[in-house]
């Protein structure tokens, strides 16, 4: 009965989004001044499970559909203007990426802690 809960599926992968994104958003920082490198960036977890580039649905297993449990999100070059180097990053941006991505994670995490409180709470063990 309790065995497969959406809510803690979407958690999960909230979480792991944003744990991916971080690191991408790291790597930029860390190339910042990299001649040449092109700043990545992951799709933003609303509009891939809104509609995004990828709308179909998953089978995670024989007679279950759900998208819920993809774990690797595809990385982009988006379109950013480059220093005389070729270099795309900007620290300012990958910072506000930084702050949007901890806020996530945050948000994921609250999400599974009030769930498994609903769930203590359902079962009698508050």
Known sequence: MFSDLNVFKTAYAMATHAGQRQAVISRNMANADT????ARDIEAF???YSGGPRTEMIASR???LNGIERGDWA?????????PN???????????????????????????RSSLTILRASLGKV
Do not use: W
Request: no cysteine; glycine share 6%; charged share 30%.
């Open 86 to 112: 070729g270099n795309s990053v900007s620290i300012e941006d990958e910072m506000l990426k930084a702050v949007d991505v901890k806020r996530q994670h945050d948000r994921a995490l609250a999400i599974y």
């Open 75 to 83: 990385e982009f070059t988006p379109e950013n203007p480059t220093d």
């Open 46 to 48: 609303d509009s891939v």
């Open 35 to 38: 001649p040449g490198y092109q």
């Open 62 to 64: 024989n007679g279950h």
